[in-house]
């Protein structure tokens, strides 16, 4: 099909492409790739369905019993003695992620900076623009042919290093809740996840294995990110298999690392590395992404819920530290990676006191990682690779991973993992307005077609986004009072923040600059996810409607 087509596919019956055309859009939308994705629509679209409102059941539960439990009928899972498929060479050793979007200079970038693993991510840091989705798929291949470049508007030309020194590349694919509305099959849109797998997958896993035999860094590999139960993941599972069977791969080909950023998959990560088991190549400590689903599912639970100041959140509060404890206890005894969290910090070249600050920080949370038994982390900036890797190579030395470390012997407790109240910290008016602007400034570049932000020296993606907007309707709802201040947390209060914040937009950046930006949307979706009587479960799903 070519780039400027619209309509049926006359060579896919029942396939229709409807959007903006797209620059060698003919390349990734190729008869036999619509077909694939057709065939994982119609075999997976009615179990993704069921398993969608089985969530919405799940949520209304937890907000009738104001609690969480592991599975009484899945514990034979939990106490059996299995582990998961040996990870393959390309696995063997993560000690260093980065993440990141798939445009062309983060590409050759991320594939560049040392990390063991890049994160090429078609989820939070990507905004799912028709032409972000068909052009990070052309990237991808492009850098495994060996031919992608790229030169900035300053001349400044970026290429890739020799093969032996690039980056494992692992997709992250959108979850399952977003629909893909620019391609449809019988009518019915499909899952944003199966477009961006099933399009990878189909373009990528035969050449993948083919440079495999030469190159250890290369194969099909997947985060699987917003899980919320292992049922979710059998789903994957099935998609995997169904997907190798469907090109002739062998079972088994496919590892997929789990991102643990849902409180219910907490409570169920044996049961997700069981149902994977075969594809499995570890879990992912999304510590973002994990305060929001405990904002969201606990939202009407009352004060020992309500969750503090955003950044005065560490991984050392009891309810963090207790999740990362388990994590890491589950993977090790399972043979499977443990992979720590996000060190988002964006190094300044101009303000040398900021980097030192955040550096400590940086430095401290990694080494507590690595000392917790983890086996590597994420950053999400190339100059945060070295202080990673130092932390890490401290512990492992030349062991690729630790995981003889069975973790901390501590049991951890359903109790423990809800304690939000044990994290301390307050609810401020700095804290709102720091909401506040991380919010509006994110969605709109967000609708620009941005999806990782920098704002105040941090990579911002739609996770963090979610927390402040999700903060904020939290306070409001359990009428939280600012201890700062002393003012009660109101919608009226909330409105006044957000247009002060587009006052001082309009004032930095200069009325030309302001009007060609989109702010009045960005602030009218930030309120209306922010502050509307019914919780909306992510901010993505009414933006999606203004976005091409």
Not at 225 to 247: C, I, M, S, Y
Not at 322 to 351: E, N, W
Not at 421 to 431: E, I, M, P, Q, V
Not at 464 to 473: G, L, Y
Request: charged letters at 25%; one cysteine or more.
């Amino acid at each position: 099909m070519a780039a400027a087509d619209q309509g049926p596919s006359p060579a896919v019956p029942g396939v229709t492409v409807v959007g903006p055309p797209v620059p060698r859009a003919e390349e990734v939308l190729t008869p036999g790739a619509l077909a694939f994705v057709a065939g994982l629509h119609r075999a997976f679209e009615g179990r993704r369905q069921e398993l969608l409102a089985a969530r919405r059941e799940r949520r209304a539960e937890i907000a009738r019993t104001g609690t969480l439990d592991f599975l009484p009928h899945t514990a034979d899972v939990r106490s059996g003695d299995w582990k998961v498929a040996p990870a393959p060479r390309a696995l063997t050793d993560r000690r260093v992620e980065i993440t990141g979007p798939t445009d062309r200079k983060m590409v050759v970038n991320a594939l560049n900076s040392g990390a063991k693993v890049w994160l090429a991510d078609f989820e939070d840091a990507t905004a799912p623009t028709w032409e972000n989705v068909l052009s990070g798929q052309v990237n991808l291949t492009d850098a495994f042919e060996g031919r992608i470049d790229f030169t900035s508007e300053q001349g400044k030309a970026y290429a890739l290093k020799p093969a032996a020194e690039l980056a494992t590349v692992v997709v992250r694919p959108r979850g399952w809740h977003l629909d893909e509305r620019h391609l449809t099959v019988d009518g019915t849109p499909v899952a944003g996840a199966l477009v961006d797998f099933g399009l990878y997958f189909f373009h990528n896993a035969a050449r993948l294995i083919a440079k495999g035999e030469q190159d250890p860094n290369s194969g099909p590999y997947f985060y699987l990110p917003k899980t919320e139960g292992h049922l979710e993941a059998r789903l994957w599972n099935e998609v995997f298999t169904h997907a190798q069977a469907a090109l002739g791969i062998p079972h088994g080909t496919i590892r997929a690392t789990v991102l643990i950023e849902t409180v219910t998959a907490a409570f169920e990560m044996d049961e997700i590395l069981y149902e994977l088991r075969d594809h499995a190549a570890g879990l992912n400590a999304g510590r973002w992404d994990y305060l929001f689903s405990i904002v969201k599912n606990f939202r009407d639970g009352g004060e020992r819920y309500v969750l503090p100041d955003r950044n005065t959140v560490t991984m050392a509060s009891p309810f963090m530290a207790a999740y990362t404890r388990l994590l890491v206890q589950t993977c090790h005894r399972r043979g499977a990676h443990a992979i720590g969290g996000m060190a988002a910090f964006i190094p300044s070249r101009k303000d040398p006191e900021v980097n030192a600050a955040a550096l400590v920080k940086v430095r401290a949370d990694k080494e507590r990682e690595a000392s917790g038994g983890f086996d590597g982390s994420w950053v999400a900036h190339p100059d945060l690779v070295p202080v990673a890797r130092a932390c890490f190579d401290a512990v492992l030395g030349e062991r690729p991973h630790q995981k003889d470390n069975p973790g901390s012997p501590e049991q951890v407790t359903p109790a423990e993992l809800l304690d939000v109240a044990g994290a301390g910290g307050s609810c401020t008016r700095t804290g709102l307005h720091n909401a506040v602007q991380v919010g509006v400034r994110y969605i709109e570049a967000w609708l620009r077609g941005l999806g990782a932000v920098g704002i105040f020296h941090m990579m911002e993606d739609a996770a963090t986004a979610e927390i402040s907007r999700s903060q904020i309707w939290q306070w409001i709802h359990n009428g939280v009072v600012l201890a700062d201040t002393g003012e009660k947390t109101t919608a009226e209060l909330v409105r006044r923040l957000v247009a002060e914040e587009l006052a001082s937009l309009r004032a930095e950046s200069g009325e030309e600059a302001y009007a060609a930006g989109r702010w009045t949307e960005a602030a009218a979706l930030f309120e209306q996810v922010a502050l509307a009587e019914d919780f909306p479960d992510f901010l993505t799903l009414p933006a999606l409607a203004l976005i091409d």
